[in-house]
């Protein structure tokens, strides 16, 4: 899984088919999907199902049963040897196949070619993109849209990108907001909107918690993000997590501590509100936070940052972005 | 990352936790039958990639079965049941539940138009919905928001899991999830002033505010229930002792958490268990033995502790999956997504014994999967009606037969 995790950020923002040709051929995909034993004359149809389905089309776009079941052959002999890609000629079907509406004796590279070919792949990337850096309230309009530049580039990632963040689109106030933070996207923003540190191990370990063990998602489909990443246990664990790394017990991981962090030397709300919200606070949220001001007049420095992070760290409006 | 199920922020409407006592909310009170159904409980557990049901409730005598999984097929050590058919080897303790009257096994269950995608057949079984491509709600979640509209307080819950399935999910309840019940509590350090202070301040905060759009109203309600249920559930089970041991394996546990959770009489009314790993495309055999080993074993323990509780005429435990798997195997010692499959019932009051029908092993569909007998809204409909009291036609879309699963209740 780390590989496959190099693998993406090498080639990530390159073209799309060469991205879907280097992890379909990592080992991780391989097992994982089972291609070890996809083999001539009983064909393994779990890879060539979660390409179409997951990778390239997205679910029930432009193909059928059929079509996995001819792809799957396709696949046949691609296995691992000594941890690295091999293709096995004594597994491989080499017969008349048709998938996609393509006849041949097509082998797996040319049936990614048509995956990533087919229209539906690019209307697929292009909402992932869209649900990525804009959110799920992007209008359908877009998808089209950022397919069609997908097109244009012959698939280069980077280039839609270019495109999608120099949108007007992207800069839309209305479309702040909503997208709702992944453990892992939390935690990196409590840690570096303040410029702080802490043990990888423990980062992990809490993000694990939250419902996101990095390189262990849950399924071939990644994880259920948005909304699924907000439920009472996991907000428990975040709530934990915020009380920890704020208070004295978390301090020795934490690299520098708070108070070497935020100026001046009243509760350092006058630093943190805007450099944490630039957009500002809701009502509810405001009050709170005037209220703990209040209650902590009186009390040492160090104890109203404490619970002033922890609080700031917990609001609803921490957890959107 | 995909666009996701839940997707589609603006038209969801969510609003805060149900707090009951506010009033009925409005198109849910009629769907409320039997307020006198009070104390009934179901375990829906959940069996994630796709059960093989073939091997789990054997149809031994079937020379087809036999021709079809040459290296897959059980020899020998399978449980008889009746009527040729048998349970997987390391089901004894399901078998011995049977010979008591409190398992009830329904042969051949599915769908029209089987799909054969984890993600989508599973929707399928957690909304109720095939008409629904994304379906954002649950048959449970809808049975859990009209108890709650009728007084229940915080009447479903998922355990032994982060995030909350599908099946739960409604608008107007925050449903909890609980992974651990050790974990499942709010650390303050601070002090006791300080726990106090920033407890009140937490109340601000997640207080309902006008601007307020449906993410905030997740993150406000979700908020509310995380600190409310965990003071509440971590003091009601405080006091549980297991009357029997539960197996030490993660189903073993998630069944006692269930048994803890249903022994403190909180309320809680509906309960989402999981135990995961049967996709099992290569080398089933052993991987496949040793999660129905672990499930039977944990809902045997169930069971024993229910009945010393005597809470387990008042329980009702659904074991079902995303699909069967293909009546042939594959060529890496596996077995492929199929169709239809068992769903197994067991309880105080369950009807033991076979129902349904059983698939023909000599007439299967196009794809070569087993063709459905019983549609699983039929037995949905059979638990909504008459165990949980609740109106089944709008949460399942239809009218929906089903076989006789209780004894008169």
């Known amino acids: ?321 | 990352m995909d666009l996701t199920r839940r997707a589609f922020l603006g038209r969801t409407g969510l609003s805060l936790a149900a707090v009951p006592g506010l009033g009925l909310l409005p198109g849910l009170d009629s769907l409320c039958v039997l307020p006198a159904a009070g104390t009934r409980c179901l375990v829906m557990l959940e069996l994630a990639g796709g059960n093989d049901g073939l091997n789990t409730v054997i149809p031994f005598e079937d020379p087809a079965y036999h021709a079809a999984r040459p290296v897959l097929r059980v020899r020998e050590g399978q449980h008889a049941l009746e009527d040729g058919v048998a349970l997987h080897p390391r089901l004894g303790r399901l078998a011995e539940l049977y010979k008591e009257g409190s398992l009830a096994v329904v042969e051949g269950v599915g769908y029209p138009s089987p799909n054969r995608s984890h993600f989508r057949s599973m929707d399928i079984w957690q909304s109720a919905r095939p008409d629904q491509e994304r379906p954002r709600k649950g048959w449970l979640g809808l049975a859990a928001a009209a108890l709650a509209a009728a007084g229940a307080r915080r009447p479903a819950m998922a355990l032994g899991q982060a995030e909350r399935p599908l099946c739960l999910e409604a608008r107007r309840i925050v449903v909890p999830a609980i992974d651990s019940l050790a974990d499942y509590e709010l650390w303050s350090g601070g002090g006791e002033d300080g726990r106090g202070r920033l407890a009140e301040v937490r109340d601000l905060a997640t207080a309902r505010g006008e601007g307020d759009d449906a993410v905030a109203r997740l993150l406000k309600a979700t908020a509310r229930e995380a600190a409310e249920s965990a003071a509440r559930i971590r003091e009601a089970t405080r006091s549980y002792r297991p009357a029997v041991e539960f197996p030490r394996t993660r189903t073993g546990r998630d069944l006692e958490l269930a048994a803890k959770v249903l022994s403190a009489s909180i309320g809680t009314r509906i309960l989402h268990l999981r135990q995961g790993g049967y996709d099992t495309h290569a080398g089933q055999d052993r991987t496949h033995g040793n999660l129905l080993g672990e499930v039977g074993d944990a809902l045997a323990a169930l069971a024993r502790d229910l009945r010393a509780r005597k809470l387990w005429d008042d329980c009702l435990v659904l074991v079902f999956t995303e699909f069967g798997r293909r009546v042939a195997e594959n060529r890496s010692r596996g077995t492929d997504h199929g169709a239809a499959g068992p769903v197994l019932a067991l309880g105080g009051r369950v009807r033991g014994g076979l129902h349904g029908r059983r698939p023909a092993l000599d007439d299967l569909d196009g794809e070569g999967d087993l063709r459905f007998t019983t549609d699983f809204r039929g037995i949905y409909a059979c638990v909504l009606e008459r165990w949980l009291g609740v109106e089944p036609t709008r949460i399942l879309g239809g009218r929906f037969d089903g076989p006789d699963l209780l004894a008169a209740t």
């Open chain 1, 1 to 321: 899984m780390a590989g496959q995790w190099q693998v993406f950020r090498r080639l990530g923002l390159g073209p799309f088919r060469t991205l879907v040709g280097e992890v379909a051929r990592g080992p991780a995909m391989i097992r994982w999907l089972d291609n070890e034993t996809n083999v001539k004359g009983r064909a393994n149809e779990n890879f060539a199902r979660e390409l179409f389905e997951l990778f390239t089309l997205g679910r029930d776009q432009g193909y059928v049963e059929a079509d996995v079941k001819e792809a799957a052959r396709a696949f046949t002999g691609w296995t691992i040897r000594k941890d690295a890609f091999w293709f096995d000629h004594s597994k491989h079907d080499g017969g008349l196949k048709r998938v996609l509406g393509h006849e041949g004796r097509l082998d797996g590279e040319a049936v990614l070619d048509l995956a990533v070919a087919h229209e539906a792949c690019a209307r697929h990337v292009a909402a992932k993109l869209l649900a990525c850096f804009v959110g799920p309230a992007a209008p359908p309009e877009a998808v089209a849209e950022l397919a069609a530049v997908f097109r244009a580039a012959d698939g280069d990632v980077a280039r839609c990108l270019e495109v999608l963040l120099g949108s007007e689109l992207f800069f839309d106030p209305a479309q702040r907001g909503t997208r709702i933070r992944g453990p892992v996207e939390w935690i990196l923003w409590v840690l570096r909107t303040l410029g702080l540190r802490a043990s990888p191990r423990a980062l992990h370990r809490a993000a694990a918690r939250m419902g996101q063990a990095l390189l262990e998602p849950p399924d071939v489909a990644g994880w259920d993000e948005e909304e699924a990443w907000i439920s009472s246990a996991t907000w428990i664990h975040r709530q934990n997590f915020a009380a920890r790394l704020a208070s004295a017990e978390g301090r020795p991981e934490l690299r520098p501590g708070l108070e070497d962090v935020v100026p001046g030397d009243d509760d350092g709300y006058a630093y943190l509100g805007p450099t944490l919200f630039p957009d500002g606070l809701g009502q509810g949220s405001a009050r709170a936070v005037a209220r703990l001001g209040e209650a902590g007049r009186g009390l040492p420095r160090e104890q109203r940052l404490a619970g002033l992070c922890e609080t700031l760290w917990m609001l609803p409006e921490a957890h959107r972005f």
